[in-house]
């Protein structure tokens, strides 16, 4: 039997989620999934733009997602 294996990523303004899923015979499986709060929206400033503290924690929960969900890293 041959599957293919899927991971897909929303990136929204409070939360981030991750699924992964394998497709078998155009159907897709759940595998896993991850939501992480990051609050961006709290960290935009006058300007737009995200604060320095809003940007680390988003890469901190994709970095997190992808060691621990993804490549089993951590």
Known sequence: MEYTTLAAV???SNSFH???GRV???QVYPL???KETVRLGAGLGED???DDT???RALAA???AT???VFGLV
Do not use: H, N
Request: overall charge negative; hydrophobic content about 35%.
């Open 24 to 26: 078998v015979d155009d």
């Open 18 to 20: 991750l699924a992964i």
């Open 67 to 69: 060691c621990t969900r």
């Open 48 to 50: 737009k733009r995200l």
């Open 10 to 12: 929303d990136l929204g």
């Open 32 to 34: 896993d999934s991850l």
């Open 54 to 56: 809003s940007q680390e």
């Open 62 to 64: 994709l970095y997190d």
